[in-house]
């Protein structure tokens, strides 16, 4: 064998030794959550296939340099020059066509799998998913019913039409991996099969103002039998209480998702002991809150701004909410002490 030839089959050798090294430190130290729907053992199979391929040409990079400079390194006392080497069409044209095939390849892997997560089911089940800043809301046309937790029977094909009511948000659950933005003026569709029980957290994934951080939504899969009763126990919902009506009305709306009920600071003023308090305007003036403010308060928000807020509250809950609904919350904003 000649010395050339020796190292290079030492070089692929310690190559694909650093290569499988590397790709077991990358999988040990990014793990990925479960998978929990169907669609995630597409998006998974991709996902080593690059773990492998960045750790084959992390390895190799790193091999050759160090190999190189360890091994050719100049000598004590060789104050020769090095070989004159201009250009080598051969290798370039190799390192040219060998990554563009992969990339082509790549690129088919990547539509097969977009079209895999994508694709229609049969039987599908369509709940619609509302985004606003900072808060989700999930409606199930079939059994109407609205919910702020987003409740699924396991195994069950469902198709979320999605909508945003004022910036671009995006639907993430880690562990179903799929992701899809939600978009003003356009309806956007996902497709998740769960395939595990248990609880996870959808989270918003676009950067979508102050409380982006905490726009999360809990997520449940229930066996089928589970969900039947879910559903059959938010359906006979009597008449509830004014404040307990006004307390599910101010989640449902995503109020929560800037006034705290427990004084923690957020977006918004909290409602802890709200009722009675004596505010103070960013004008200077004050004000006693009682039942006229608080309607003022939801109907034309920005006619009295709280001192050190931001007029940011939605103006349009006027359009949205009967006057019982908003009696219904001023009553629960009164239990608030
Ligand atoms: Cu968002």
């Avoid at 030492?10 to 793990?31: D, E, R, T, W």
């Avoid at 080598?88 to 190799?94: D, K, Q, S, Y």
């Avoid at 040219?96 to 690129?107: E, K, M, N, Q």
């Amino acid at each position: 064998m000649n010395k050339n030839m020796r190292h290079f089959a030492i070089v692929a050798v310690l190559v694909l030794i650093g290569a499988v090294i590397m790709n077991k430190l990358l999988i040990s130290v990014l793990p990925l959550p479960t998978p929990s729907s169907a669609q995630a053992e597409s998006v998974d199979s991709l996902f080593r296939l690059h773990m492998a391929l960045i750790s084959l040409f992390f390895s190799l990079i790193v091999v050759f340099v160090v190999y190189a400079i360890v091994i050719f390194r100049a000598r004590k006392g060789d104050e020769s020059d090095g070989e004159y080497i201009h250009g080598n069409t051969t290798l370039e044209i190799v390192w040219t066509v060998i990554p563009l095939a992969i990339v082509i390849y790549l690129g088919f892997l990547g539509t097969k799998a977009l079209g895999e997560v994508t694709q229609a089911q049969p039987n599908e089940k369509v709940i619609q998913v509302t985004g606003f800043q900072w808060d989700w809301r999930f409606e199930y046309p079939e059994e109407g019913i609205t919910s702020t937790t987003l409740v699924l029977p396991k195994g069950q094909p469902i198709r979320l039409e999605m909508q945003s009511e004022d910036v671009i948000h995006s639907f993430f659950i880690p562990e179903f991996r799929v992701k899809q933005d939600l978009v003003p003026g356009h309806v956007t569709t996902l497709r998740i099969t769960p395939t595990r029980t248990g609880g996870f957290v959808l989270r918003c994934a676009e950067l979508c103002g102050l409380s982006h951080a905490y726009m999360l939504a809990d997520v449940q899969v229930l066996e089928p039998a589970e969900y039947d009763a879910w559903v059959a126990e938010q359906t006979s919902q009597t008449e509830l209480p004014p404040a307990e009506l006004g307390a599910k009305i101010a989640e449902t709306q995503g109020c929560q998702g800037c006034h705290s009920l427990d004084g923690s600071p957020s977006a918004g003023p909290t409602w802890k002991g709200l009722f009675g308090r004596e505010e103070t305007l960013a004008d200077g003036s004050t004000v006693v809150v009682d039942e006229d403010y608080l309607r003022e308060s939801i109907l034309d928000p920005h006619a009295k701004i709280v001192e050190g807020f931001q007029p940011i509250m939605p103006t349009d809950y006027g359009e949205k909410l009967s006057d019982e609904e908003i009696t219904a919350i001023i009553e629960f904003i009164k239990t608030l002490e």
